[in-house]
């Protein structure tokens, strides 16, 4: 819902037969979508859609989750790289001071 997207690589994967998701199944060129994939959601907003409809742009997100997820993905891996390089840095820190104290102690 947050990412905006409908299907992997566009909303048409959910009216297509070799999709995972058996309960998606076509009717007569109209489809059932996951109300997720509504821009704006109610309650079996997915419902009957027409997929050569002129306002299914503006009804439903058509861009596929895909590269939403590997973006959004790229996105953190960076920041969680970046913290578990600062808390590798502090338990260094950590470690050297540790054996300095423990070095001051022999004395």
Same mark, same amino acid.
């Given at each position: 819902e947050? =990412?905006?997207?409908? &299907?992997?690589?566009?909303? !048409?994967?959910?009216g297509? &037969?070799?999709v @995972?998701?058996t309960w998606?199944?076509? %009717?007569?060129? @109209? @489809?059932?979508l996951?109300?997720?994939? $509504?821009?704006? /959601?109610? +309650?079996d907003?997915g419902?009957?859609v027409?997929? !050569?409809?002129?306002t =299914?742009? +503006?009804?439903?997100?058509?861009? &596929? #989750? +895909?590269?939403?997820?590997?973006?959004?993905?790229s +996105?953190?891996?960076i920041k969680?790289?970046a913290l578990? #390089?600062?808390i =590798?840095?502090l338990?260094? /820190? $950590?470690? /050297?001071?540790?054996? #300095? %104290?423990?070095?001051?102690?022999k004395?």
């Open positions: 947050n =990412l905006e997207c409908c &299907g992997q690589f566009n909303y !048409t994967d959910w297509n &037969g070799s @995972a998701f998606a199944v076509s %009717l007569n060129q @109209a @489809a059932y996951p109300d997720s994939c $509504c821009q704006e /959601i109610t +309650e907003c419902k009957a027409n997929f !050569t409809s002129s =299914l742009n +503006e009804t439903y997100w058509t861009q &596929g #989750c +895909e590269t939403q997820v590997m973006d959004y993905m +996105e953190w891996s969680i790289a578990l #390089c600062a =590798l840095v338990q260094i /820190i $950590c470690f /050297i001071f540790s054996i #300095c %104290l423990s070095c001051k102690n004395d």
